[in-house]
């Protein structure tokens, strides 16, 4: 249950804890009962991460297994039913994953042999990561249309919607909220955040949006830029990093390779209007390593690029 409380009349914001992360849910003005629909989007946050996560004990007696760990349990074994809101989520999951560019919903066995930012982190050798390599091939999942079943064709593949299911999450969010008559709002899911209609504080409706400093303190900003009503997701390699004899291992992981990507990019921040957009979008931006030609598009807004030598390079945002 989020912990939820006024700010002014027409403000009120909801915390919560769930999906891994601290949650903050600000809603400004609503025609009725805004802590009523906060609790809402919160009991809707746990029920997407009882029916997502991957990240809980089986024998944990307050929860089932979610739908996702079911498939996994039965790789290599037999296809999984799943409803049609998951099957939805993986089937966009697993088509972006073969579009090869490095967002990967498999790539859960080379991440949890790296280990980096947990305890156990370490180099593998190239020998353990190619077998690793083995079991995150996207063309290896069988997706049936029909009975909306999954199946994962070899034992020990994983799949994790956690790089996609916090935009996902946001938007249905924002489908509450606008179908409740929110008149605007902020849902921040860990730093995956979604602005809700135009800003209700300024006449242009604009939201105004910092972009962490990669060498700094969480909180201080290389700069900041307005966009309308849009979501904003971030990847850096500044987050989580291995250290061994002088060199820096970061947590962002090329399934291509196997080793963390090469790159002069130290955080893509992009803006789109759907959230699970936008994480989909973050990861092809900071894997290409550059600003994108024609990337940007009526649903891209644009995206703020940081290099490791503090450079900011700006594509669209001419508002």
């Known amino acids: 249950?989020?912990?939820?409380?006024?700010?002014?009349?027409?403000?009120?914001?909801?915390?919560?804890e769930a999906m891994g992360t601290h949650i903050t849910l600000q809603i400004f003005g609503?025609?009725?009962?805004?802590?009523?629909?906060?609790?809402?989007?919160?009991?809707?946050?746990?029920?997407?991460?009882?029916i997502l996560t991957v990240n809980r004990k089986p024998d944990d007696p307050k929860y089932g297994l979610s739908e996702v760990t079911r498939v996994n349990d039965a790789a290599g074994k037999e296809p999984v039913q799943v409803s049609s809101a998951v099957y939805g989520l993986i089937k966009l999951a697993v088509k972006t994953s073969r579009e090869n560019f490095g967002f990967n919903a498999l790539i859960g066995p080379v991440v949890k042999l790296w280990s980096i930012g947990f305890k156990g982190a370490h180099v593998p050798s190239d020998s353990e990561i190619q077998e690793k390599m083995e079991l995150i091939d996207p063309w290896q999942v069988d997706l049936n249309d029909d009975d909306h079943t999954v199946f994962l064709r070899k034992e020990g593949m994983e799949l994790d919607l956690g790089g996609i299911a916090k935009g996902w999450t946001a938007d249905?969010?924002?489908?509450?909220?606008?179908?409740y008559g929110v008149e605007a709002g902020i849902i921040n899911l860990g730093g995956n955040v979604l602005f809700v209609n135009p800003c209700p504080k300024r006449a242009n409706g604009m939201w105004t949006?910092?972009?962490?400093?990669?060498?700094?303190?969480?909180?201080?900003?290389?700069?900041?830029?307005?966009?309308?009503?849009?979501?904003?997701?971030?990847?850096?390699t500044?987050?989580?990093?291995?250290?061994?004899?002088?060199?820096?291992?970061?947590?962002?992981?090329d399934p291509r390779t196997g080793y963390p990507v090469e790159t002069p990019v130290a955080g893509v921040t992009t803006f789109t209007k759907n959230s699970v957009d936008a994480e989909i979008e973050c990861k092809r931006c900071f894997f290409a390593g550059k600003a994108l030609d024609h990337w940007v598009n009526k649903n891209r807004l644009g995206a703020v690029y940081v290099y490791n030598d503090e450079r900011v390079e700006k594509v669209g945002l001419d508002y």
């Not at 249905?172 to 179908?179: E, F, G, T």
């Not at 307005?226 to 971030?234: L, Q, R």
């Open 238 to 253: 500044y987050e989580r990093f291995l250290e061994v004899d002088g060199h820096k291992y970061h947590h962002l992981i």
């Open 209 to 236: 949006v910092g972009i962490q400093d990669p060498i700094k303190t969480r909180g201080e900003n290389i700069t900041a830029v307005m966009v309308p009503e849009c979501s904003v997701v971030t990847s850096g």
């Open 30 to 50: 609503a025609r009725e009962d805004p802590e009523g629909i906060l609790q809402k989007s919160c009991d809707l946050i746990d029920h997407f991460e009882d």
């Open 172 to 179: 249905r969010l924002r489908d509450l909220w606008q179908a």
């Open 1 to 16: 249950m989020g912990i939820i409380k006024y700010i002014s009349t027409d403000q009120v914001t909801a915390t919560h």
